[in-house]
């Protein structure tokens, strides 16, 4: 998993007051647990968000303190107009304990199916996954190449060693969909299957004179 670091800063006081002084201050207000004793932070806006719109998972180095604990991101909570992060819930990591992940699923190769002008649906964009932090990778990746027009990749087609993929099994992730344009095509190449080639018309044509 990729490694990111964060900066924070103790907070004196953790009622709604100070919360939003911090905000205005373009800071977010966030709690550390899972090591033992919650900790109240805040980091700077700029920087948490730069690691919240990303694509990718990161196990954070978060600065508090003096220390440097381990940590991944738990839930973050944004502001229902400005969609600005107004909270954030950290995870300290620890060797033998397991944690909850969402995980990026991306795609490699070209689906036969795409070639054939059909089109490829992402059901998810991430997959939540249990495991140990050293176990965790940094993405899942489905190789769609083969998949023809029809086909699908479902949560049983894919293998993270040693964690739990918190999906049903039969749930689908990747598909190929058939489109309009391909249903055409495949309409035109039946139309001119079952009719009369050129030449086979003019033949017609001249027996009948």
């Known amino acids: 998993m990729k490694t990111a670091s964060l900066s924070g800063s103790p907070r004196e006081s953790v009622g709604k007051k100070d919360a939003n002084q911090l905000r205005e201050n373009h800071r977010v207000p966030g709690v550390l647990y899972g090591g033992g004793e919650q900790k109240h932070f805040s980091v700077k806006e700029l920087d948490i968000s730069k ?15 003096g ?10 909570q944004f502001h229902p107009v400005t969609e600005r992060i107004v909270h954030l819930d950290l995870l300290e990591t620890l060797p033998q304990k397991p944690v909850q992940v969402a ?11 795409v070639i054939d002008g059909g089109r490829m649906q992402m059901l998810f964009r991430r997959v939540p996954v ?33 964690c739990t993929v918190l999906l049903n099994d039969s749930n689908l992730l990747v598909a ?4 309009r344009a391909a249903m055409s095509a495949e309409s035109d190449v ?12 003019a033949e017609n044509a001249e027996k009948a004179e």
């Open 190 to 201: 039946e139309e001119g299957e079952e009719g009369a080639t050129p030449e086979e018309g």
């Open 103 to 113: 995980l990026p699923l991306r795609t490699t190769g070209t689906a036969a199916g």
């Open 67 to 76: 220390e440097t604990r381990n940590c991944v991101i738990q839930e973050v």
């Open 176 to 179: 190929v969909k058939r489109t």
């Open 130 to 162: 249990r495991g140990l932090i050293s176990d965790l990778p940094e993405e899942i990746v489905i190789d769609v190449t083969e998949l023809s027009i029809g086909d699908s990749k479902r949560v049983r087609d894919i293998e993270v060693p040693n």
């Open 51 to 65: 690691l919240v719109i990303n694509p990718d998972v990161f196990q954070i180095k978060l600065e508090l303190e």
